[in-house]
């Protein structure tokens, strides 16, 4: 009984943030029937565009027009509304409303593109230590983007993506071995602003990273 009231809460919910529409990749084979969809601000209207309602919706709703927010208001379960002046940006309360269902996976749509200032917050929104630990994927067109504390990692061959690239979200990063890689690393030490670990590539099906310390960005792309 114990082991299925955990299955239970196991889930993969997906948040589709406001930005750019010609970012977002193709979202058929993410809309799945097991999956919560998480709308925030404009990305409700892009999960409607997509045909698809949310179970909750977030933000103050500063970007879209009043039509829209009437749309919104009678498609969506639940709202919660916020004012625009808070210390904390519609997505990152999204995320970690997310993180609190404690779920098997969180990918962001919607997060890249657009503003600077919006685009480098979102991405380092995973470096939260409420986010460390989480499987949660930012992913758009032609990149995905996580972040991982230390430990050993596999990682797959994708042809959509073959270009890996790691950057230090600490100031260092300790004894980063890379097994399976076009450009192999044993026990090197790299820090913040180094280029050592961009666009790499597997050789192999599944490649291998490891770190003894400091927090890592992966982010795989291609051209």
């Known amino acids: 009984m114990p082991r299925k009231e955990f299955l239970k809460v196991q889930k993969t919910i997906h948040i589709m943030a406001g930005g750019p529409e ?9 809309n799945l029937p097991d999956i919560e969809w998480v709308g925030v601000d404009y990305g409700v209207i892009h999960l409607l565009n997509h045909k698809i309602v949310p179970s909750i919706a977030f933000g103050d709703f500063d970007s879209v027009t009043e039509e829209q927010l009437i749309k ?3 498609v969506t379960n639940e709202i919660k509304r916020f004012k625009p002046e808070k210390n904390e940006t519609d997505l990152e309360l999204a995320l970690l409303w997310a993180i609190k269902q404690k779920p098997l ?3 962001v749509f919607g997060a890249t593109g657009g503003r600077a200032d919006h685009y480098f917050a979102n991405t380092m929104l995973l470096a939260r230590p409420e986010c460390i630990g989480w499987n949660i994927e930012i992913i758009d067109k032609q990149n995905s983007i996580s972040v ?3 430990g050993e990692y596999t990682v797959e061959n994708r042809s959509d993506k073959k270009y890996i690239s790691f950057v230090p979200l600490s100031e260092k990063v300790n004894d980063i071995t890379l097994r399976g890689f076009k450009y192999p690393l044993t026990n090197k030490q790299t820090f913040m602003g180094s280029s050592l ?3 790499n590539e597997l050789i192999q099906e599944i490649g291998y990273f490891s770190f003894t310390s400091g927090i890592l960005m992966m982010i795989r792309s291609h051209d």
Request: aromatic share 10%.
């Open 22 to 30: 010609e970012l977002i990749p193709s979202l058929l084979s993410f």
């Open 197 to 199: 670990c961009i666009s």
């Open 148 to 150: 991982f504390s230390p």
């Open 72 to 74: 919104i208001d009678q």
């Open 105 to 107: 996976k969180i990918r």
